[in-house]
């Protein structure tokens, strides 16, 4: 069994897992500098966080594939925990996040993304390929046209490679190119080694050096919890993308038990908490990785990276990166959901625009999915809150009403309002064949309305029920009427 998963998981597609994480690798470094900037820590922070996460998910995660290291989105979170408490309790936020995101796995609250619609996760792809477009606009300030030229070849050469050779990732074949080039030349464009100090050292072992004491654990638990949902919904959105984009299925559950497992060994080693990284991943899956072996060899080369060849690592021009990230954020974006946003229903594309503009707006993935469900939720009880009433008398005089529609909350006053109860006829028929009753509140609104005829004096039947609906009834018990 274990040889079975070490194959299939490790040794399934060597060659393109090999050549994607290499490609991945280079992708990470700029992107783990950036976060660790972003959450006020050391470079190295964030360098070995990618490093760690990055080994360890690929043995314990769900989704074969995907990679995970530091995120912009953990790192907006880390901010005050530096400013108040310093670093080794970020390292402590960490641990805590990890063992709560395996608690969360083992509840299997995985089974979340499955109440995420398909506008919300279109919604949150469009925003964060917006995102990462967005954040690699600060690269051409000061720019000179070197740099504009030298993303415009790193795009040329991403797409016009393929159509002569797939043989080789065009995006790992643009960063190499690139870098001779600058190089070659001593083009006059940022690199790497600008954006922070690359030590080539090792990370170690080190426990946090924190007070243990129940007020510093309630202390760090929001920061935790917040950190442990929103990498959780990142890392859930972002599995299901890849999902689609592979056309294959993975263990939600398991990649946040995975997750959480390697938040525990990145805080004892240096690292700050991360999640799944969907520009990374994209980028892995284009170049053709498909297996764990391309996320196990981008961390194990991003670590080569900065030990063996720091000083190449520096000399990489940004252009380059900067040129892979547009690639990520043209192919990440769902551009047919602009061609057809006039001809899904209104709600649904209401729902996707206001969860791009919250996503974008708060730079808060887990605020805009939140939002977007929350919003879809509203939507679909709007929908549901509605009921369809024909009246019409049967062959011995009774007045039929025949409801369509759900019986809940949504609907309780409503159904009370459909019945005219002072003229109908002694005898009144609500034929609910084609209703359904789902909780208290519509037995509720039953009992009101067969109360009211019972005050008349008159006689209600009900017909039609199904036996879900008819056993609700019938445990909650009803007055002022007899289900038939």
């Not at 280079?26 to 470079?43: K, N, W, Y």
């Not at 989105?73 to 108040?84: D, N, Q, R, T, Y």
């Not at 016009?160 to 006059?188: E, H, Q, Y």
Request: some cysteine.
């Amino acid at each position: 069994m274990f040889f079975e998963w070490l194959k299939q998981g490790f040794f399934g597609n060597v060659r393109n897992d090999f050549l994607s994480g290499l490609t991945v690798a280079f992708a990470l470094i700029p992107e783990a500098i950036a976060f660790s900037i972003m959450a006020g820590v050391d470079p190295m922070v964030g360098l070995y966080a990618s490093f760690t996460i990055a080994v360890s998910i690929s043995f314990f995660g769900g989704r074969p594939g995907m990679i995970s290291a530091a995120t912009g989105a953990m790192a907006s979170l880390m901010g005050p925990i530096i400013a108040k408490y310093g670093l080794d309790y970020l390292f402590a936020v960490t641990v805590l996040t990890g063992i709560l995101q395996w608690i969360l796995g083992a509840l299997k609250v995985g089974r979340f993304i499955t109440f995420v619609p398909q506008s919300v996760i279109t919604g949150f792809v469009n925003a964060l390929a917006i995102i990462i477009f967005m954040a690699q606009l600060p690269n051409f300030a000061g720019a000179t046209w070197v740099m504009y030229a030298m993303v415009a070849g790193t795009l040329a050469i991403i797409y016009l490679l393929p159509r002569l050779t797939k043989a080789f990732p065009s995006a790992l074949a643009a960063i190499i190119i690139m870098t001779i080039v600058s190089v070659a030349t001593g083009a006059d464009v940022r690199t790497v080694g600008d954006m922070g100090e690359i030590r080539q050292a090792l990370p170690f072992f080190h426990i946090p050096e924190i007070s243990l004491s129940w007020g510093t654990l309630f202390a760090l638990l929001p920061y935790s919890l917040a950190l442990a949902v929103v990498g959780m919904t990142e890392t859930l959105l972002t599995s299901t993308i890849v999902d689609e984009m592979t056309e294959t299925k993975s263990n939600k559950n398991r990649e946040i038990r995975g997750q959480g497992i390697a938040n525990i060994i990145t805080g004892f080693f240096g690292g700050m908490a991360g999640c799944a990284m969907i520009g990374q991943t994209v980028i892995n899956v284009k170049s053709g990785g498909r297996t764990r072996l391309s996320t196990l060899v981008a961390g194990v080369f991003l670590l080569f990276l900065i030990i063996v060849l720091g000083d190449v690592v520096k000399q990489i021009p940004m252009a380059a990166l900067v040129g892979v990230m547009f690639m990520v954020s043209i192919g990440t974006f769902d551009w047919n959901s602009v061609r057809t946003i006039g001809k899904i229903p209104r709600g649904d594309a209401i729902v996707m625009v206001l969860t791009v503009a919250i996503v974008v707006a708060t730079s808060d993935l887990a605020i805009g999915v939140v939002a977007g469900v929350v919003l879809s939720a509203l939507n679909f009880g709007w929908k549901m809150a509605r009921l369809r009433c024909e009246t019409r008398l049967n062959d011995e005089g009774h007045k039929v009403y025949e409801v369509s529609g759900q019986l809940f909350f949504g609907t309780m006053m409503h159904f009370v309002e459909l019945f005219d109860y002072s003229s109908d006829p002694d005898h009144v028929v609500i034929d609910l064949s084609a209703s359904h009753v789902w909780d208290i509140s519509a037995v509720t609104a039953i009992s009101k309305a067969t109360q009211k005829y019972a005050g008349l004096g008159k006689k209600v039947t009900l017909t039609g029920l199904n036996p879900e609906s008819r056993s609700m009834i019938e445990r909650v018990g009803l007055s002022g009427g007899s289900p038939h």
